[in-house]
């Protein structure tokens, strides 16, 4: 099932939050070969995870991690304003209408269909919550994914060749992606809205 829960909330949620923290680290860390930082405990956790994000979370049927991503306003801090703004020519995409979305992580044990009820969730937000857009930075690979999941984002600006190059994106939340995100996720619309209302009583503005 979808979850969509703020930093202060995970807290709460130890087998959540531990195994996504490790997940994390298995797929930046040991998969990737990304410069993060790991503690002791093998989680992986960066600066941005201490500002209260919103993360959007498939928890497995036992109450763990099987996949995940997180969500900034643009107003504050975010990575691609802190880090990467070479991939926008200098463009800051700080607005009340769009949001940074990072650490996009499947579990190595996750069945195939986590990746697209991700990508499913995070359309959810965006028009729960009245966003226009979300922007994003992402390692070669995900490319391929996001086109092949149905929802690619315009790529704003590309660094590196090959499996080395990083670009940075942005995604319009449209409803009409809804339809053909859940089917490939397998989850029923009504099923996406009512984890939707669970976690947010009413519609927000951003």
């Known amino acids: 099932m979808l979850r969509y829960l703020r930093g202060h909330a995970l807290r709460q949620e130890a087998r959540l939050s531990e195994t996504m923290f490790r997940d994390r680290a298995a797929q930046f860390q040991v998969r990737l070969n990304w410069d993060v930082e790991v503690d002791a405990s093998g989680a992986e956790r960066d600066a941005y995870d201490a500002l209260n994000p919103l993360y959007v979370i498939w928890q497995g049927p036992e109450g763990q991690h099987l996949g995940s991503m997180r969500f900034l306003p643009t107003t504050g801090r975010t990575m ?25 992580c499947v579990a190595p044990d996750a069945p195939p269909h986590v990746s697209a009820a991700l ?87 951003a």
């Open 119 to 205: 990508m499913l969730g995070g359309l959810e937000v965006g028009l729960w919550h009245g966003l226009s857009h979300a922007v994003g930075v992402f390692d070669a690979r995900m490319v391929r994914i996001y086109r092949a999941l149905g929802w690619p984002p315009a790529i704003l600006g590309t660094e590196g060749t090959g499996r080395a190059a990083i670009s940075a994106g942005l995604w319009a939340f449209e409803p009409d992606l809804r339809p053909r995100l859940a089917r490939r996720a397998g989850v029923a619309l009504t099923e996406s809205q009512e984890w939707l209302r669970d976690a947010f009583p009413a519609p927000l503005s």
């Open 80 to 104: 691609l304003g802190e880090h990467f703004l070479s991939l926008t020519n200098g463009v800051d995409f700080a607005s009340p209408h769009i949001w940074e979305t990072t650490r996009f």
